[in-house]
């Protein structure tokens, strides 16, 4: 298999690594220890690549559960995932969906050759035996730096927030984004994930300057999640533009507001919302 991961330097402690279909994963490293956050689709050699970037004792830890998160996981024995998110690892594991899943990003990845992958362009399917429980509030002291996981449901049931505290830096993942999916069966009601984000925001609130996110190399603000709260509002409202989103599977959801996966909302602010019409409210 060959390697098509990248990284950049966020801070001296904090690498971003882009895998394959664009899928971003975090390195952090401290004094003693390194922790990675996320381990991709599985396609390449993703244990190499960060043993390029780092010779310390590795912690593996994801935000979630899903195909493009916690594929590459096999490469490292044990490694942490929110037990609400373990049925996800399972289904998510199904060789046809991951082949389907790389496939669909050939073309946003830039990446011709996705197109045509099998099953043997992948790392084998993750072994859910190895998993440990990763709950609210666990932290990793990796020596002088520190990694906090806190939850914040709703794109899975199982949904981690990173707070990197030294570096004044929130890594929402997927839970709160540009486009944050909750239309999916087992996703709760918008008036539920409102909740969340803002019991997170308020716990959260002046311990950091700068939003990370798993899709993109995008730096947010606080902004991103004032705006997806604002979201929220105006969907329990009944004022959002419901704009037509279709799904991977063909499936049509709303959206809060118009936008195009390139660059994102059309008027310009940050976050957006993809939801289902039958989970409003709870």
Known sequence: MKSRFKSRKITENLTRIIGATGECMYLAVGNERALLVDTGTGIG????????????PLTVAMTHGHVDHVQGVSQFGEYYLNQKDLFLLDSNSDMQIRINYARLMAVPARNPNLAYIE??????????????????????NLGG?????????????????VLFPEDRILLTGDACCGTTLLYFEYCPSIEEYKEALTALRAMLSGKFDRILVSHGG????EELLDSVLECCDEIMAGTDEAFPMRGPDG???????????????LDGKPGNIVYSRNRIFR
């Not at 995008?218 to 603000?221: A, E, G, K, Y």
């Open 45 to 56: 050699d993703l244990k190499g690549f960060v043993g390029t970037l780092t010779d310390k």
């Open 119 to 140: 099953s043997d362009g992948f790392q084998p399917k993750a072994d859910p035996e190895k998993s440990r429980d990763i709950p609210d509030g666990t932290v990793f």
């Open 145 to 161: 730096y520190t990694t906090e996981f806190h939850a914040l449901p709703g794109h899975t049931p199982g949904s981690m927030a």
């Open 218 to 221: 995008h730096v947010f603000t």
């Open 251 to 265: 499936t049509e959801n709303p959206c809060a507001h118009s936008m195009d996966f390139i660059h994102g909302r």
